[in-house]
Structures are given as C-alpha cells and as structure tokens.
C-alpha cells in the first residue's frame, strides 16, 4: 500500500514540475540556485509550489496565465515546497515578513521582496483572480517588456 502512495506522489511531483516548467518557470533545486537567480537584476517571480489541490488547480494555472500580459516579470522562476527542502528554506529566507506558505508567489525587484500573493489569497479564489491579482503587481513593479 506504502509503495503505492509513493509511485503516486512521485507521478503528482513530476507532472507539477513538468507543468510549472511547460509554462516557462526555471526550477530552483538548490540554495545556490536561488541565490544566483534571486541576484539577478530586475523583476523576478517566484512560485512556490507544492502538491495540494489549490496549486493545481489555481496556482499553477494562473502562474501560467498571468505572464501573458504587457508588464511582465524578467526572470520566472519556482521553488517546490516538500519537495526540495534546501531550496525551498534559502527561498523563505528572502521573504522573512510573511509567514511560510504554499503555494504562493513572491515578486522580487533586483533581490529585493516587493510583495507576496500568500497561500489565503489562492485557495478558495479561482484561477483568474489570482491572475488579476498578480498582473496589478506586475503593472506596479514591473516594466514594459
């Protein structure tokens, strides 16, 4: 039974990551992964993803549809909470004035943190209010591509 449920996790971790990286995100496996992406200059969003309902089937979706806009972020990028811890933490670390939460996203301006949609703003909400939701951030920190 054991190994049943861990085949099927494995199958659910591997589609998430297949999807995220499908609509462009570049998966941070690593501590030095995310500090060398977070210290890049400009705009950057990060999801931080995680296997549960709401990021199925709102976090990831908007995550790919929201960067179909004008005001875009530079760089796109994703964390997977649960999965790789390491990253996930060195992450968190940059965002220490809200609490941890998965999903959610992080908008960050040359490494520094502009704003957080936290996990209460995606589960319950459909998937294009959270798209709304990130495109205002967007046209508020992010230039014109």
């Known amino acids: 039974m054991s190994m049943d ?12 990551r ?13 501590a030095e992964e995310v500090e060398a992406a977070f210290a890049n200059k400009g705009t950057t969003l990060v999801m931080i993803n ?4 709401c990021a199925g089937g709102i976090a990831r979706p908007a995550a790919a549809h929201a960067i179909h ?4 972020p530079d760089h796109l990028v994703t ?8 990253a996930t933490a060195k992450a968190r ?7 941890p939460s998965s999903p ?15 996990r209460h703003e995606i589960e319950g909400h459909d998937p ?3 798209v709304n939701k990130l495109q205002s951030y967007f046209d508020q920190y992010c230039e014109e591509m």
Do not use: H, W
Not at 93 to 99: I, V
Not at 106 to 117: E, F, N, P, R
């Open 5 to 16: 449920f861990n085949l099927f996790m494995n199958d659910v971790v591997r589609q998430a």
């Open 18 to 30: 297949q999807e995220i990286e499908a609509a462009g995100y570049e998966q941070l496996k690593t």
């Open 50 to 53: 995680s296997v549960c309902g």
């Open 69 to 72: 806009y004008d005001n875009r």
């Open 79 to 86: 964390v997977f909470a649960g999965q790789d811890k390491e």
């Open 93 to 99: 670390s940059y965002f220490t004035e809200y609490p």
């Open 104 to 118: 959610s996203f992080a908008i960050l301006k040359d490494g520094k943190l502009c704003t957080m949609v936290e």
């Open 128 to 130: 294009m209010s959270v």
